[in-house]
């Protein structure tokens, strides 16, 4: 696989790599965990170049990093560039009623008491990349960001990112340690990022980590109905998945089949392609669990769309309904 640099100064990694997430958190909730074969699907990740694999403590809550640890066993730790989040946490049950969603915390103690947790889960003494799930509005940037500074020089971390931050917050964390990343939502559907953050990211020299760069699966084709979703599935409560609205979207779809039958790629090829090609440094990470997509998302980077085809896709208009 082609390779990039996690921004200017950071390390080589595949111009795809892996979210994982979905293997033990949100998607299909209703059906029984696999983790032998999503163990399997990280493995042969690394082995397809797609080197990044990504992680959070709050995924689970907790039991994601002890999959990827397991993963990584076996000598995949050394071929992996190790990426974890810190700084949200699962709400308590009677908050859960009301929203699943976690919600931040930012602060210092909680990050120093993370990173060792993350550590012994994902069972490395290190991760390269360690990062900020979100900016808790109730704390100061500087005293989240310094706590992991500290990570660093500890030796517990190697690079410090970002998740859904803003150009302000990026440039308060800067001015007490490198950013070496920021990870945001970006696909076909979700361009909000490209305003602001992503051009400022290119000229800063730091990477930019889309999640969810198939629109959460949507735009490779798999769902031409909100029935079509999964029992349990966290998407169900999304205003893009509903059934007015995902009729409607319908289209943005059928836009990247059709460049896709025309170029003789898969649909979830061409929409990673499109991700690729907003940057050097922008590195999608699409979850999933399943051998044959992972393949698929692996083939992106293979793929290289004309000036005409991203013309086309440029001009898709933006979807219905909100992202949450």
Same mark, same amino acid.
């Given at each position: 696989?082609?390779?990039?640099?996690?921004?200017?100064?950071?390390?080589?990694?595949?111009?795809?790599? @892996?979210?994982?997430?979905?293997?033990?958190?949100?998607?299909?909730?209703?059906?029984?965990?696999?983790?032998?074969?999503?163990?399997?699907?990280?493995? =042969?990740?690394?082995?397809?170049?797609?080197?990044?694999?990504?992680?959070?403590?709050?995924?689970?809550?907790?039991?994601?990093?002890?999959?990827?640890?397991?993963? $990584?066993?076996?000598?995949?730790?050394?071929?992996?560039?190790?990426?974890?989040?810190?700084?949200?946490?699962?709400?308590?049950?009677?908050? %859960?009623?009301?929203?699943?969603?976690?919600?931040?915390?930012?602060?210092?103690?909680?990050? +120093?008491?993370?990173?060792?947790?993350?550590?012994?889960?994902?069972?490395?003494?290190?991760?390269? @990349?360690? =990062? $900020?799930?979100?900016?808790?509005?109730?704390?100061?940037?500087?005293?989240?960001?310094?706590?992991?500074?500290?990570?660093?020089? %500890?030796?517990?971390?190697?690079?410090?990112?970002?998740?859904? %931050?803003?150009?302000?917050?990026?440039?308060?964390?800067?001015?007490?340690?490198?950013?070496?990343?920021? =990870?945001?939502?970006?696909?076909?559907?979700? +361009?909000?990022?490209?305003?602001?953050? $992503?051009?400022?990211? =290119?000229?800063?020299?730091?990477?930019?980590?889309?999640?969810?760069? @198939?629109?959460?699966?949507?735009?490779?084709?798999?769902?031409?109905?909100?029935?079509?979703?999964?029992?349990?599935?966290?998407?169900?409560?999304?205003?893009?998945?509903?059934?007015?609205?995902?009729?409607?979207?319908?289209?943005?779809?059928?836009?990247?089949?059709?460049?896709?039958?025309?170029?003789?790629?898969?649909?979830?090829?061409?929409?990673?392609?499109?991700?690729?090609?907003?940057?050097?440094?922008?590195?999608?990470?699409?979850?999933?669990?399943?051998?044959?997509?992972?393949?698929?998302? %692996?083939?992106?980077?293979?793929?290289?769309?004309?000036?005409?085809?991203?013309?086309?896709?440029?001009?898709?208009?933006?979807?219905?309904?909100?992202?949450?």
């Amino acid at each position: 696989m082609r390779t990039t640099t996690l921004g200017t100064n950071g390390p080589e990694v595949g111009v795809v790599g @892996l979210g994982c997430m979905g293997m033990s958190f949100a998607y299909d909730m209703a059906a029984p965990r696999d983790d032998e074969t999503s163990v399997s699907v990280i493995r =042969q990740a690394i082995d397809l170049g797609m080197t990044l694999i990504d992680t959070a403590d709050v995924y689970g809550p907790y039991t994601n990093e002890e999959l990827v640890g397991r993963a $990584l066993s076996g000598g995949y730790r050394e071929r992996a560039v190790l990426a974890t989040k810190v700084g949200v946490v699962p709400r308590t049950s009677e908050e %859960a009623a009301a929203s699943p969603r976690a919600v931040p915390d930012g602060r210092p103690e909680h990050v +120093r008491e993370s990173i060792d947790a993350s550590l012994h889960r994902l069972g490395t003494d290190h991760v390269d @990349l360690y =990062q $900020l799930h979100r900016v808790d509005p109730n704390v100061p940037i500087e005293e989240t960001w310094g706590a992991l500074a500290e990570a660093v020089q %500890a030796g517990k971390a190697r690079y410090l990112g970002l998740s859904e %931050a803003t150009v302000g917050d990026i440039e308060r964390a800067r001015a007490i340690h490198p950013v070496a990343s920021v =990870q945001s939502e970006l696909s076909l559907w979700t +361009r909000e990022w490209m305003s602001e953050v $992503l051009p400022y990211c =290119q000229e800063h020299g730091i990477a930019f980590l889309p999640f969810s760069p @198939l629109g959460k699966g949507f735009l490779t084709g798999r769902f031409a109905s909100f029935d079509d979703l999964p029992a349990d599935d966290y998407r169900r409560g999304l205003p893009r998945f509903q059934q007015d609205a995902l009729r409607a979207n319908l289209a943005l779809a059928g836009k990247v089949r059709e460049i896709a039958d025309r170029t003789g790629a898969t649909p979830a090829e061409v929409a990673l392609a499109w991700v690729i090609a907003q940057g050097e440094h922008v590195v999608p990470i699409p979850g999933t669990k399943t051998p044959t997509y992972l393949v698929d998302n %692996a083939g992106a980077a293979d793929v290289e769309l004309s000036a005409a085809d991203l013309a086309e896709l440029d001009a898709l208009p933006a979807p219905t309904g909100g992202r949450y």
